[in-house]
């Protein structure tokens, strides 16, 4: 349908700001009053899911699977040994997909279903973004290629996604890892470093098989990056409660710089790595890793605002795992300063989102997504 | 009579169960001198290599500090790399790079992948030290005993990161695809420990991923960026390193049970076996010993139970089975390395061999 031919309803109802839009796509995004009174996670979870149908991307394969199946029976048994001890990492499990495969083991999957949605929400936030500005860019990098070339394209790109969230979840358990002050905590931890060495491990020989070594070069970067990131105040703040007393606050600027080091960094470097999968030999600049180009600076920019978003969702909605550390940025900033770094950042990803290629339904559901986070955690 | 190694499925010849009278000989290893006296030159070249894996330390220091790591991170890495390894890796690499060169030195591209050689040990050091709990390593306190556990796992992460790094800049997939496979060997090796058995192919297969993969796949990446590389040379730098890495974790597994703290840097007498891990010493005991085998399945629980498990590894030589399981790598990488271009550095690495075979620490 055209704006022309929609306009004859009800013209005012069509247009926003310079953009035009058909009936459907407008009643899916036409104001954020249709958000309010819905569960928050159930809405960013619709339109995820809906995206995922659009982009017939094969579903997500979570390396952390693996860490479960017999081939590691040791890892497993070992892992549900923690059970019954005070260790994060059994509380993570009880909030990701470690332990949902498990069943009912020891109390590990009590209630998991709803907090492992929440976990997941994250690492399918990021997948489906990937895949989606990598999906924007396809008719632009992939001319004159055939159907089945850009299935294979599609499918290396689901790979990159999985990757990368595998990354993510590897240093998220290592960073799990607490003074052993207890024989306990000390077992827990060694199966920490185990279980993130072995996604990492698994991280690695996947990027190695997609044989193009400037996707190796970018993901290693974000996982120094992340590294960085959790050496920082922001990470220790959150370590313990004795961190948390009001003269030892971050101020908004570490908190920004943490956010940019543990998940901005691991999204642009994830999407540039997309797109470079998109070329071929021939010479395009996404070759060159080494300068940024007008486009790198595009992802950049839109990776850096979007992790912001994300990270005050994630912040907000899942549950706080040690005690007075939820919601640091409510912690550090008055809610003004909050809806402001929220406003502006929403609107450079949307401003950002519009200097892509409009391809349809990709930057639809990359505005439906920023929309949606914007919408959730307006203070 | 003809058998498949469980450990490594290579064919060998076998004239009895693997016991203190074993007689096997790996194929095409009969003819392989592994007493090749050294000569002045090849003293001179692996003084010379000795040097350059100073200098690749001192690179690997610089790729690993820099100005925008955190101050932390830059310290814990300065800690890792001030107390000195034997860098025998590196060194391993230099040498086949020069044998496979066929004579000219290491190209930059090989002694990036020397770094990174050394670069994946050191972080797979750093996290082994917290999953055992070591507090001592080369003599100076471990990461983890002196900055904990959470910044050493991050530590170990960070080098791997940084090695990633440099393997891509190499822009050769088969280098950077071998060194991931390293790399998983690596994880693999240290999670078949929390399956622990007692069973002598699982330990054999354990130390092939512990130590000689890593080995292998680097000797096999120098071979590969080596001018004019074939197939057939780098199966061969493959297997060399792969023979090279067993014989080696042979004599630090046997050296566990002889030196002393001071000799090897770490904590030892029986040291492993204090632990809980089976090295071949102890599981070649096992094989004639069914107090031990009851002890073991029992984890040593009981008074007395270590005793019996030391006593046992004296009677039955299990550490003269375990060297001679190591001499019979290093006669397989005898056999390999002679496979290869004979130029000086290959009497080199005749001389590394054996020395490694006879080290005492």
Sequence with gaps: ?379 | MLRVCAACARRFCFSAPVRARVSATAIGAQDASSSTPPTPESERLLSELQAETATLAADMRTHLTPDSAPDKLSLMMRHHLDAPGKLVRPLLVLLVSHVCNAGPPACQRQRTVAIVTEMIHSASLIHDDLIDGSDLRRGAASVQSRFGHRDAVLAGDHMIGVASQLLAGTGHPLVVRGMATAISDLVRGELDQLGETGDLSRYLARTYRKTAALLAHSAKCAAVLAPGSSPATAAAAFELGRSIGMAFQLVDDLLDFEASDVQLGKPAGAADLRRGVLTGPVLFAMQTCPQLRAAVARRLSRPGDLQLALDSVARADGVGQTRMLAQLHCREAHWQLSQLPAVPASEALHSLIDRLLNRQH
């Design chain 1, 1 to 379: 349908m055209t704006a022309t031919k929609s306009s004859s309803i009800a013209p005012f109802l069509f247009v926003r700001l310079k953009h035009y839009y058909c009936p459907p796509c407008w009643l899916t995004s036409r104001s954020s009053s249709t958000l309010v009174g819905q569960s928050p996670s159930s809405t960013l979870r619709a339109i995820l899911s809906e995206a995922e149908c659009r982009l017939q991307s094969p579903p997500a394969h979570p390396f952390v699977r693996n860490l479960l199946s017999q081939d590691l029976g040791g890892l497993a048994a070992s892992l549900r040994g923690l059970a019954g001890t005070k260790h994060p990492l059994v509380e993570d499990a009880k909030r990701s997909l470690l332990f949902s495969a498990v069943g009912g083991s020891g109390g590990l999957s009590s209630d998991s279903s709803a907090s492992s949605a929440l976990a997941s929400t994250v690492g399918q936030t990021r997948r489906a973004v990937v895949l989606l500005v990598a999906r924007a860019h396809e008719e632009l990098l992939t001319k004159g290629s055939d159907l089945h070339d850009l299935e294979l394209l599609r499918r290396r790109q689901c790979q990159l996604a999985d990757i990368a969230d595998s990354v993510y979840t590897a240093l998220s358990i290592h960073s799990r890892v607490v003074p052993p002050t207890n024989s306990d905590l000390a077992k827990g931890n060694a199966l920490a470093a185990l279980a993130g060495d072995y996604l990492l491990a698994s991280a690695s020989l996947g990027l190695a098989e997609l044989d193009r070594p400037p996707v190796v070069k970018l993901i290693s970067e974000a996982i120094c990056d992340i590294v960085a990131g959790r050496f920082s105040l922001i990470a220790n703040a959150a370590g313990t409660e004795n961190s948390l007393s009001s003269n030892k606050l971050p101020d908004l600027s570490a908190w920004l710089d943490y956010v940019r080091l543990t998940s901005a960094s691991l999204l642009s470097k994830s999407i540039r790595s997309a797109l470079i999968l998109a070329t071929d030999n021939a010479n395009y600049n996404y070759q060159q890793c080494a300068t940024s180009s007008a486009e790198d600076q595009s992802i950049e920019q839109f990776s850096e605002s979007f992790a912001i978003l994300q990270h005050a969702y994630k912040e907000k909605v899942e549950h706080p795992s040690i005690a007075g550390a939820s919601c640091l940025l409510k912690r550090i900033s008055t809610p003004a300063e909050i809806n402001d770094l929220l406003n502006s950042n929403a609107d450079q990803c949307l401003s950002t989102i519009d200097s892509w290629p409009a391809s349809g339904y990709c930057t639809h559901y990359l505005r439906q997504i920023v929309r949606a986070l914007l919408v959730e955690q307006r203070v």
